[in-house]
């Protein structure tokens, strides 16, 4: 289950501190971090600092294996948040994209085939809102 829950703020949003996030390569574990013992189903705080601010993230997948998203944000009128999901070639394979503010989408993605990482990344829509947000990742 992958689990994503998302609310901004709309004034002077800083960089979270999981930046530099914004590539595949600068993508932050949900598998594993210094500070926490797993990502996977806790929660993460981030934001989208600027409008054309990436956040990347990436966890280990296995053949067989769903995971849920979840999806929430309230606020600024002009967020609109999209979360893609990638496979390991960097294809993408999944989106998520709701424009109504303070809505709640759930989105699974269940992995057929090949184990490896899969990449998550939130971003605005269009690139055109800032606002933070809270991100889980929750196994089925």
Known sequence: VIVISISCDVENISQDDYEPNNTF??????DS???YTTMLNTNLDATIHESNDRDFFVFHGDNGEQY?????WEGGLDLD???EFYDSNHDLISTLNDSTAGSNETHSLHIDGTSGDYYLCVKSYQD???GEYNLQIREM
């Open 25 to 30: 390569s600068d993508a932050t574990s949900l």
């Open 33 to 35: 971090l210094s500070s």
């Open 68 to 72: 849920n998203l979840y999806l929430w």
């Open 81 to 83: 948040l999209v979360a």
């Open 128 to 130: 055109n809102g800032t």
